[in-house]
């Protein structure tokens, strides 16, 4: 809890999760800006099995060379959540790839995403837990979501007393791809 990772310039990266939580439990207060890297080949670079309590990522920039997600979490994200100014180009999977949230207050925005395998914003078979809010905003996702669908935000489990809003304006989707529900891909 209250990791901070910020300023930080990576030359040469080999291992699953620069920045990696513990296999269970909680972290609160996760801090990843302002890190650069123009050849990042880590398998990830957050990389969280736990749950994540609050967290901001703004103004990373990582050209990649074999790295499949810059955030990573198969545990859950809740609070307060600001993913604002990252640059991150040619990931072999996605820049967000989410197994679930709690509730969540998510802002994502002025984001430029190029060159993502299969996705660039995926919160996938989220098990909601209270009021759940996304505002994905202001991006350019450039050349994104061949394989699964450029933004991609799934519901499993949506309980009583549980709120899910999404808002996706202003976003700039160029050259990506759209899956429909036969697994035909789409261009959009």
Same mark, same amino acid.
């Given at each position: 809890?209250?990791?901070?990772?910020?300023?930080?310039?990576?030359?040469?990266?080999?291992? %699953?999760?620069?920045?990696?939580?513990?296999?269970?439990?909680?972290?609160?207060?996760?801090?990843?800006?302002?890190?650069?890297?123009?050849?990042?080949?880590?398998?990830?670079?957050?990389?969280?099995?736990?749950?994540?309590?609050?967290?901001?990522?703004?103004?990373?920039?990582?050209?990649?060379?074999?790295?499949?997600?810059?955030? $990573?979490?198969?545990?859950?994200?809740?609070?307060?959540?600001?993913?604002?100014?990252?640059?991150?180009?040619?990931?072999?999977?996605?820049?967000?790839?989410?197994?679930?949230?709690?509730?969540?207050?998510?802002?994502?925005?002025? $984001?430029?995403?190029?060159?993502?395998?299969?996705?660039?914003?995926?919160?996938?078979?989220?098990?909601?837990?209270?009021?759940?809010?996304?505002?994905?905003?202001?991006?350019?996702?450039? $050349?994104?979501?061949? %394989?699964?669908?450029?933004?991609?935000?799934?519901?499993?489990?949506?309980?009583?007393? %549980?709120?899910?809003?999404?808002?996706?304006?202003?976003?700039?989707?160029?050259?990506?791809?759209?899956?429909?529900?036969?697994?035909?891909?789409?261009?959009?």
């Amino acid at each position: 809890s209250n990791v901070k990772v910020q300023y930080n310039v990576f030359t040469k990266t080999s291992q %699953d999760g620069v920045v990696r939580g513990p296999g269970s439990g909680e972290v609160q207060n996760i801090s990843i800006c302002y890190n650069y890297s123009n050849s990042f080949s880590s398998y990830r670079f957050g990389h969280f099995a736990c749950t994540i309590n609050g967290l901001e990522m703004i103004g990373n920039d990582l050209t990649c060379v074999s790295t499949y997600d810059f955030l $990573n979490v198969q545990g859950k994200i809740k609070g307060k959540v600001v993913i604002n100014n990252n640059k991150y180009i040619n990931s072999m999977q996605s820049f967000l790839y989410v197994s679930g949230v709690g509730a969540m207050d998510c802002e994502i925005k002025g $984001n430029y995403i190029e060159g993502t395998a299969c996705t660039a914003i995926d919160f996938r078979a989220m098990k909601e837990d209270g009021d759940v809010k996304f505002v994905i905003e202001n991006n350019e996702l450039n $050349n994104t979501g061949t %394989d699964w669908g450029t933004i991609r935000i799934r519901s499993a489990e949506y309980g009583d007393g %549980d709120s899910l809003s999404i808002i996706v304006k202003d976003n700039k989707i160029i050259e990506s791809h759209c899956v429909m529900d036969d697994g035909t891909p789409r261009f959009i």
